[in-house]
């Protein structure tokens, strides 16, 4: 509505303050200001201006109006109708454009001798046309190749028949563009689980999918949007599409245009669903969800008469069901999801269920992601990597849950240790070395308190003079000491039998450096490879 500066000045004259005028024309203060102030510098107040016209009267008070150019008139009613009519006298498709058009009236105002508005203002000016009309172009919509989805804005309750009290829910809806068939379920809230196996469902329910997705900038599934470029969605949204073969193409921020399928959907569930069920009361989520199935295939099945009495399910079952895509085989599980640091120790704490579980060392300080189906629970980067995966915890008394190929390997072997461990250790070296940690182990009760002596035996001792020499030193021991548990051979009866070994060793090849000749005494310093490291 355009203002009218006459209604301005009327109520000035008349005592009003320049707020409540602003407030009656639906105006701001600062443009009731600006045409008191102009009126008053052309002396145009008390009475002057009740001798001009509206127009002639903008005309005085904006000067430059009267130096915009004259130009060629345009008839937004034939443009509107050729842009929006269906099909033309030889084609059932439009392919009229605002560039065709345009060319069309530029040709108009040539033969009328006039100057033609630049294509720009040709555009604007169509716009406001359109904005002031309220009108709107009809979209021929392609089956089988669009769902669009919302959030209904009037939320519903059931009783909770514990503590009586009502407890609110939302309402999930899809639509197929084509059909216009319609799923419809309550949701506890718009928690991005619950909008993610509402999706699922509708698939269900319409039995294929649909390859693009419409929803709106809702935060469960989309993070940010945008009106020039792609919006950002979660990575549980990403997901799911994949899975499915589908795109999702989010609106722009306050944008409900973009799916009026839906949205028209949205206002006929008020009529055809929540009205038909004003008398019931629910008790439960689940009594909800299938009265308003019910309702919901009872609106499915109406004809349309502008769709020459078909009704949606029947369009849905015999025209656009062939030209979706199949159901995947195997159905997508959604998971909860959460952040969190990894700690110093290589765990990271799930707030979903407070357990700690473990992640590669090498990620040790870094941020990851946490998502919890039923029976496990994903690890992964922020760009999506999986790096772990365990069975959820379920002890009560230990909420650590290790994955022992995750620690570095100096720590790894504490978790690995047992007798069987250090027996299959010293077999590596030899017959000799395993009878001799089988004496140590055999020589206790509790295996736990030699562990410190086998490790110093096997992997002390073995990697500092060599396997081979070991085997032969704990073959030695065992000739001098018995081969029983008495015996206690460990590590203070093996290292001097190492240690002479090496000095007798040295001694043989000093000797032979001695008797060879020079050529060999080059060799003097030439490590011996039974007791290189």
Same mark, same amino acid.
């Given at each position: ?10 109520? $000035? ?14 105006? #701001? ?19 002057? *201006? ?11 008070? +904006? ?16 443009? $509107? ?14 392919? &009229? #454009? ?21 294509? #720009? ?10 904005? /002031? ?41 899809? &639509? ?5 068939? %319609? ?43 945008? @009106? %020039?470029?792609?919006?950002?969605? +979660? ?24 799916? !009026?399928?839906? /949205? ?18 629910? *008790? ?10 019910? =309702? ?43 952040? =969190? ?7 990271? @704490?799930?707030?979903?269920?407070? *357990? ?9 300080? +870094? @941020? ?11 690890? &992964? ?12 915890? &379920? ?32 077999? @590596? ?19 736990? %308190? ?17 396997? =081979? ?7 030695? =021991? ?36 001695? %008797? ?10 030439? !490590? ?6």
């Amino acid at each position: 509505m355009k203002l009218s500066y006459k209604s301005v000045l009327d109520r $000035h004259v008349r005592g009003e303050t320049n707020k409540k005028v602003a407030e009656s024309l639906q105006t #701001t203060r600062k443009t009731v200001k600006r045409i008191i102030e102009k009126a008053e510098k052309l002396r145009l107040l008390p009475d002057a *201006y009740l001798n001009y016209e509206e127009d002639d009267l903008k005309a005085k008070m +904006n000067p430059r109006s009267k130096s915009k150019k004259n130009f060629h008139p345009a008839d937004w009613a034939k443009v $509107h109708q050729e842009l929006t009519r269906w099909g033309s006298k030889c084609s059932d498709s439009n392919h &009229t #454009t605002m560039a065709l058009l345009y060319d069309e009236y530029t040709v108009e105002a040539e033969r009328a001798g006039k100057e033609a508005m630049s294509k #720009t203002l040709f555009y604007d000016n169509y716009k406001i046309w359109v904005k /002031e009309k309220q009108l709107v172009s009809h979209i021929k919509r392609q089956p089988g190749r669009r769902m669009e989805l919302d959030f209904a804005g009037d939320t519903v309750f059931y009783i909770n028949p514990e503590t009586e009290e009502k407890v609110q829910c939302v309402v999930f809806v899809a &639509t197929l563009t084509y059909s216009n068939a %319609t799923f419809v379920k309550v949701l506890r809230s718009q928690g991005m689980e619950l909008f993610l196996q509402a999706i699922i469902d509708a698939c269900d329910y319409f039995g294929a999918v649909a390859p693009i997705w419409v929803p709106d900038c809702t935060k469960s599934g989309v993070i940010k949007g945008s @009106r %020039t470029d792609w919006a950002i969605l +979660n990575s549980s949204m990403e997901e799911l599409a994949r899975s499915y073969g589908a795109e999702v193409s989010a609106c722009s921020p306050y944008s409900p245009k973009e799916k !009026p399928r839906v /949205e028209g959907n949205v206002n006929a569930a008020y009529t055809r669903i929540y009205a038909p069920l004003r008398n019931c009361t629910f *008790y439960s989520l689940e009594d909800m969800n299938a009265a308003f199935r019910d =309702a919901c295939d009872r609106f499915n099945s109406e004809p349309m008469k502008e769709r020459g009495n078909a009704c949606r399910l029947f369009l849905l079952e015999n025209v656009e069901k062939e030209k979706m895509l199949p159901l995947p085989s195997v159905k997508f599980e959604v998971r909860r999801t959460a952040t =969190a640091n990894v700690g110093k120790d290589g765990f990271v @704490r799930s707030s979903l269920d407070h *357990y700690y579980y473990s992640v590669p060392h090498e990620y040790i300080g +870094n @941020r990851v992601i946490l998502k919890s189906g039923s029976s496990d629970i994903i690890i &992964t980067t922020v760009d999506g990597r999986m790096i772990a995966k365990h069975p959820l915890g &379920t002890s009560p008394y230990d909420r650590h849950v290790l994955d022992p190929m995750h620690l570095q390997s100096y720590l790894r072997q504490y978790t690995e240790e047992s007798p069987q461990y250090f027996i299959d250790a010293a077999e @590596r070296c030899g017959e000799g070395t395993r009878k001799v940690i089988e004496l140590i182990l055999g020589g206790t009760k509790y295996p736990e %308190t030699v562990y410190k002596m086998c490790r110093s035996v096997v992997f002390g001792l073995g990697k500092h003079y060599g396997r =081979a020499n070991l085997e032969k030193a704990c073959n030695i =021991a065992l000739s001098i000491y018995g081969s029983t548990s008495e015996a206690r051979i460990g590590y203070a009866k093996l290292k001097p039998l190492l240690e002479e070994m090496r000095k007798k060793d040295g001694e043989e090849r000093r000797l032979s450096a001695f %008797t060879t000749g020079s050529e060999d005494s080059k060799q003097k310093d030439r !490590p011996d490879s039974k007791w290189d490291l």
